[in-house]
């Protein structure tokens, strides 16, 4: 039997809460935001990277991703955060997603993104 494995970069966290956990090839990572910059485009392109670092701590990659949900505060964002969002995805089979305007975010993020993976699943 296989339990339950925290996934940690050692990154701060804003609650009770684990970055990511994994069970077998199963991977959750919590919603990821980075407050740390200005924009759409670069909060986009932290976040990505976040996920990046948690999905390689997991042993995976974004190859593995198979559902991804992404809130941002003004869906007036959609193109240009789905321009950052195509080019970090390059030649890997986009995944599953869905994404929505909500009122607000944790930190005053305008973009939190949730994955969902398997590992070794986008073996090409």
Known sequence: MSGKKKIDTGAEVMGPYSLGISVKDHIWLSGQIDNTQDGIEAQTRGTLAKI?????????????????????????????????????????????????????????????????????????
């Not at 991804?68 to 959609?78: A, K, N, P, R």
């Not at 089979?93 to 993104?113: F, H, K, T």
């Open 52 to 124: 990046d670092g948690l999905l390689e701590a997991a042993g995976s990659s974004k190859h593995d991703l198979v559902k991804v949900t992404v809130l941002m505060t003004d869906i007036g964002h959609y193109s240009a955060m789905n321009e950052v969002y195509s080019e970090w995805l390059g030649d890997a089979m986009p995944p599953s997603r869905a994404a929505y305007a909500v009122r607000d975010l944790p930190g005053g993020a305008l973009i939190e993104i949730v994955c969902e993976a398997f590992r070794g699943s986008g073996i090409q």
